[in-house]
């Protein structure tokens, strides 16, 4: 079963340094998401990608933040200057349309972000 | 206001019984999807289920089904047959129109144990 694939699964990083997560989403999917997870919390949007730019995006989604599909397949998540409260999970996601009807977004395993 | 709400924080059940995870949600949208992730321990995001507001009958997927009653707005996850690999939180989501694309709206999550 296809599957959206996330690297690293955890990084330890020094506040103020900048940390690239990368994010394989599912082939023919269009819709790409980063949503992120701090510890014991719940699962919040970040911004979402269509057609080679932000469709969408949370007020969590400051200019620290930013979003690439370099390549065509893969799409990372880009924190400029990290800061403690940016430790969190952070789930890339994809999904094939926007259509309501029986649309799933599909989650990748995560990226433990530790800043330090 | 609370657009999804997880009333349980957390649930016990015995190995083999039936549980129900419950989710009510809050939109004016007539058209909206409702989602149900397991994230064990090793905090990936799991799909399980998914519901759309205009389909008539309850989603149901081996041994997952969404008892959805729509006047009532819930979106209640039933469990049959409990094993002890189900020991995880689940999130109840609600996929949420923006302007341009839409995102999920989680809940708090329901953490599961399995008592053997």
């Known amino acids: 079963e296809p599957e959206v694939t996330q690297t690293p699964s955890h990084q330890v990083t020094q506040m103020g340094q900048e940390v690239i997560l990368r994010c394989v989403p599912i082939?023919?999917?269009?819709?790409f998401y980063w949503y992120r997870q701090i510890l014991g919390q719940k699962v919040e949007f970040l911004v979402s990608f269509y057609n080679n730019e932000i469709s969408e995006k949370s007020e969590i989604f400051d200019d620290q933040f930013s979003v690439e599909r370099p390549d065509g397949s893969n799409f990372t998540l880009k924190i400029r200057s990290t800061k403690l409260e940016d430790s969190a999970m952070y789930f890339c996601a994809s999904s094939d349309n926007r259509d309501y009807s029986g649309n799933t977004i599909y989650f990748g395993e995560g990226s433990w972000l530790t800043v330090v | 206001a609370q657009k999804i709400t997880q009333t349980q924080p957390g649930m016990f059940v015995q190995e083999k019984e039936a549980v129900t995870l419950d989710c009510t949600y809050d939109?004016?949208?007539?058209?909206?999807?409702l989602f149900w992730y397991k994230q064990p321990s090793s905090g990936e995001m799991i799909f399980l289920i998914y519901q759309g507001s205009y389909d008539e009958q309850n989603a149901t997927e081996g041994r997952y089904s969404l008892n959805f009653q729509k006047a009532r707005k819930s979106a209640n996850l039933v469990i049959s047959a409990s094993q002890l690999g189900d020991s995880a939180m689940y999130f109840c989501?609600?996929?949420?129109?923006?302007?341009?694309?839409?995102?999920?709206?989680f809940g708090s999550g329901t953490r599961l144990l399995v008592r053997p």
């Open positions: 939109t004016s949208d007539q058209s909206y999807g």
């Open positions: 082939s023919n999917h269009l819709y």
């Open positions: 989501a609600m996929r949420e129109w923006m302007d341009s694309s839409y995102k999920l709206i």
